[in-house]
Each structure stands twice: as C-alpha cells, then as structure tokens.
C-alpha cells in the first residue's frame, strides 16, 4: 500500500512538472490566421479607446515616448519570455555573434519553449540568438547566458546593470528567459523604454523582424519560425517578442510603423493567446486610426522666427561694445509628436526672453525659452541661447563713440580750425 501511494506521488509530480512545461511553452495554442484577419477587419474603423481583456498593456509613441493608451502601464508584473529582449541585448553588446557555443547539460535541460538543443551541440551565437527570438528558447537562452556571463546568475547582473543604465527602476531580472520567479518583474511602460532602445541595434532589429529563417546545428541545418503572430499579418509590424508563463499569461510586444507614426504595443497577462492577440490589434489599430504624427521641429523653427523678426532688433546690450545680439534655439531631440488627428489647433508655441543684457554677455547665454504645450500640458521647453559674445566697452570705446556721435573729428576741440588762441575772439 506504501509503495502504491509513493508511486502514485511520483506520477503526480511528473504529471505536474509536464504541465508546467507545457504551459510556460509559448508555441502551444496557435491562433488561426483566419481568426486573426477577422480581428483584424473588426479593428479596422476602431475610434474610440478599446476596452481590453489583458491585465496591462501600453502604446508608446517611439520618437516622443509619449503614452498614447495605457493600463496599469506603470504597474510591475511578471514579463515570461519578453524577457529575452534584454537577454538578446546584453548577448549582442558583449560577445562576437561568429562564435561557436558548446551547450551544456544544464541548458539542454531547460523547460518550456525549446529550441530542442542537446547537450555537446555545437551551435553560433548569431544562432542561438535566432532560436532564442524565434522559437522563444529557454534552452538557448541559458546557453548564451552561460557563454557571456559564465551562469544564469552572472548574466543576471548585467541585465539589471543595464536596466540601471536605462533608468528602468521598477524592472529586476532573476534569469534569461523569465520562467516565473519571485523577484523578475518589470512594467508595460519600462518593457517599451527597453524594447524601443533595443530596436535601435541594427542586429537586434533584423532578428525579430524575421518571419522563418535556417540555423545549422552540429553542422545540419535546421529552419525555424516566428511565434509572433502579427508578424506579416498585420500592416506595419516588424517585431517583437511573444510570452507566456502561467504567472505572466500570455504576453506580446508588437513595434509597428506606419507612415511617420512609430510605436510600440506591449500586452501582458491575458489569459489566452487569442485575448493576447485581438487586444493587440486592437490597440495598434486604435493608435493609427486617430492619432497622427506632426513635424513638430518646423513649427517651433517657424514660430521662433517670426519672433525673432519682429524682436531680436529690440535686445539691448548695455555697456555692451555693439547693440545687439544674435541669438539661436538650444538643442532639443523631440522633432516629431503625436496627436489625436484634427486638433493641431491644440499645439501652441510660447515665446519668452530677456531683451535687456548687460554686458559682457558670453556665448551661449541662456536668454529664455520656448514652451510648447498641446491640449494644455507642456510637452518640451527649449533654451533661447546667445550665438555670439559681446564684449564690455572700455575708455577707448567711450571715446570712439563720442567722435561718432558728434561727427568726424578734423583736428580741433571744435568746430573750425583752431587759429592759435583758445577762443575765437
């Protein structure tokens, strides 16, 4: 009887232990591309703000970091396999793609998504990349956190030494593929800051815009595919990451440009990959249907000379060895922005500065600022500055100014030739 209960336990916990791969396993639960296309047309005349079955989510705007929806966006969760973002990141930053990985006992062991590599394989780093981005690998990614970190712990810390970097403060990571552990989290908001930094790497970038591609294992070759299920389905999408854990449901971050609107879509815990994806399509959809991006770089340069026309003629340098100054904008990053479509009417451009110097005035005195605001909330302020120096006037200046002022000097203290004597009588 003892005996059956022990071997009854075992079969639970084996039983148990396979259902947990099974759902940390992001390939299973395929969405049919029928299903998705009719999301799709349902989504297509979406105008107002959808109302989502996923516990967070949030679209940022890549250019302005601006938050065009949220939910729960600054709430931390768990991410599952989205964390293989900055595990692809740090691989790429650290170590040569050309190299060839030995994958070890421990890695080819690793539950969940697989890319089904076994011990004593021989495989490249630009590979394992592909298997880790593609096929959501676990395996591959403790295979490359062992290749440049050393192990799983070590590769930790130069994620969150990069997370530290990128001012990610509510993000921590435990492991490299983001199995479910008490202190790996992030939020919606810092998932997008970190996806929109990693998509600036050009090898990132190519990776997880790619649809199926072919990697050699021991030398055969193998071909593996996308698990993002927007990826050529929907208008736009060029990456990024799927996941699923049963701590963080299903979870997708979706980059997609359409025209000059650049943003990420990221969506955590939804119960199923379906909610995942028509949640998705819906909030990119969303986004493009009513929001547009603006040049917001000409209106300010257009506003700022048209002030400068009627003021920049005004400014006085007292004391100052000339009257007047040239004056520029200070450097600024936000060129472009987004806003609902038809209310540019809302963009408004305030001009204000300082039009008395003393000098000396340096160059590259800040005199001012410009404010823009849009729908009354300040979006940037850009430092007015000096574009040249002005020197502070001394005696021979005084002097200088005296003879222009009075007309030209010809030889005498008056005017008229000087006779010999000091008066003119």
């Avoid at 495989?123 to 298997?131: A, F, N, P, R, S």
């Avoid at 490359?144 to 001012?167: C, R």
């Avoid at 009627?310 to 006085?316: E, K, L, V, W, Y």
Wanted: aromatic share 8%; charged share 25%; hydrophobic share 40%.
């Amino acid at each position: 009887m003892f005996k059956r209960i022990i071997s009854l336990g075992l079969i639970i916990i084996i039983l148990f232990s396979f259902y947990t791969v099974i759902l940390a396993d992001d390939t299973i639960e395929n969405v049919d591309e029928k299903d998705i296309n009719t999301v799709i047309e349902t989504a297509a005349e979406v105008s107002k703000t959808p109302k989502i079955d996923s516990r967070y989510a949030v679209v940022i705007d890549r250019q302005s970091k601006t938050i065009l929806y949220g939910k729960n966006e600054t709430s931390k969760t768990k991410m599952a396999s989205t964390t293989k973002i900055m595990t692809s990141l740090i691989v790429i930053e650290n170590t040569n793609l050309n190299n060839t990985v030995e994958i070890s006992k421990k890695a080819a062991a690793t539950g969940g998504s697989r890319l089904k590599i076994s011990a004593g394989d021989k495989i490249t780093v630009k590979d394992l990349l592909y298997g880790l981005m593609l096929r959501s690998g676990n395996d591959a990614a403790v295979a490359l956190a062992e290749y440049v970190g050393g192990s799983v712990a070590e590769f930790a810390k130069l994620m969150n030494a990069k997370a530290e970097e990128l001012g990610l403060t509510n993000t921590h990571f435990e492991t490299p593929h983001g199995l479910d552990s008490a202190e790996h989290y992030t939020t919606p908001y810092e998932l997008a800051i970190l996806t929109d930094y990693a998509l600036k790497n050009n090898v990132f970038a190519n990776i997880v815009k790619t649809k199926s591609c072919n990697i050699t294992i021991n030398g055969v070759t193998r071909t593996i595919s996308n698990t993002n299920e927007l990826l050529g389905n929907l208008d736009g999408v060029y990456g990024v990451k799927t996941g699923f854990t049963n701590g963080a449901g299903r979870c997708l971050v979706t980059a997609t440009k359409r025209g000059d609107l650049d943003v990420i879509c990221v969506v955590l815990g939804a119960d199923t990959k379906t909610i995942r994806t028509k949640d998705s399509i819906e909030l990119i959809q969303y986004v493009f249907n009513n929001y547009e991006e603006i040049n917001l770089a000409e209106q300010i340069e257009d506003e700022f000379n048209s002030w400068k026309d009627i003021n920049a003629g005004r400014i006085n340098i007292e004391k100052g060895e000339k009257n007047g100054i040239h004056i520029k904008l200070g450097e600024y990053n936000l060129k472009n922005y987004p806003i609902k479509k038809n209310t540019q009417d809302q963009i408004l451009i305030n001009i204000d500065a300082t039009l008395n110097l003393k000098a000396p005035v340096e160059q590259n005195k800040n005199i001012g600022k410009v404010t823009v605001l849009y729908n009354n909330h300040i979006i940037l302020e850009i430092e007015i500055l000096t574009d040249e120096s002005i020197e502070k006037k001394n005696i021979k200046s005084y002097i200088l100014e005296i003879f222009k002022n009075y007309g030209k000097w010809d030889g005498s203290l008056f005017h008229g030739k000087w006779d010999g004597s000091l008066f003119h009588n």
